[in-house]
C-alpha cells in the first residue's frame, strides 16, 4: 500500500474493494454506462462482492482512477499471458472533459507494458460507441477485427477489437502527447516514472 503523502496528488489507482462497492455501482450502474458496455445488465451489490472474490483467483486488476484525490473513472487490465485486454467507463455522473479518455489509456499501457510485462494491449468497442473509436484511430491503434456478441436480453451487438503492442507504443504515446494538456502530460509522466507508488 502506498503510504507516501505527497502521492495522492497527480493521478492514483486505488484497487476494487467492498469499501468502494457503492460507488463503483452508482456509476456502472448508469443508463448511458450500461448502453455501452457488451452486458447493460444492472448488477447487484451482492454480484459486485462475488465478482471481487474472483479478482483475486485471475489476473484481473480493477481500479477507480483519481486525479488530485477525485474519482473519475473505473479502469481495468486483465492478463492472459502475454496479451493483456483493458477497459473503461468514465463516472456515471462526471462530464468527461477533453483529453480524459487518452489518459486511461496512457495509464492501461504503463500497467500493461510496464507492470503486467504484456506485449499487446487489446480492447473492445461498441460500433455504436463512436468516441472511443475515433480516439483509437488518431492514436494509430489499429483495429484487427470484429465480432457478434448477445446480450443477455439476446440482442445482437458489434463488437470492434483494437490492438496496440510494446513495438509501437512508443508512437501511439507520441501521439497521445499532441492532444494532452501539459498538465495531463506531466500527470500521466509522474504515473509511468513509479506507477506501483500510486496504486492502493
Known sequence: MNTDPGAS??????RFTAQNADLVLSWRNAPHVRTNFLSDAEITREGHLAFLDTLERRNWHFFILSENDVPLAVLNVNKDGTDSLWGCYIGGDIVPRPGLFPVLIGVAGVLAFDVLGCDTLNSDVLRSNPAP???NTFLGIPEIGTRTD?????EMIEVLC????RKDWPAISARMDKILTKSMRDMLAEFAAD?????T
Not at 448477445?150 to 439476446?154: K, M, N, V
Not at 506507477?195 to 496504486?199: A, E, F, N, V
Request: aromatic residues 4%.
Open 9 to 14: 496528488s497527480g493521478l492514483r489507482l486505488e
Open 162 to 165: 483494437y490492438r496496440a503492442t
Open 150 to 154: 448477445t446480450r443477455p436480453t439476446g
Open 195 to 199: 506507477p506501483l507508488s500510486r496504486i
Open 133 to 135: 473509436q475515433k480516439i
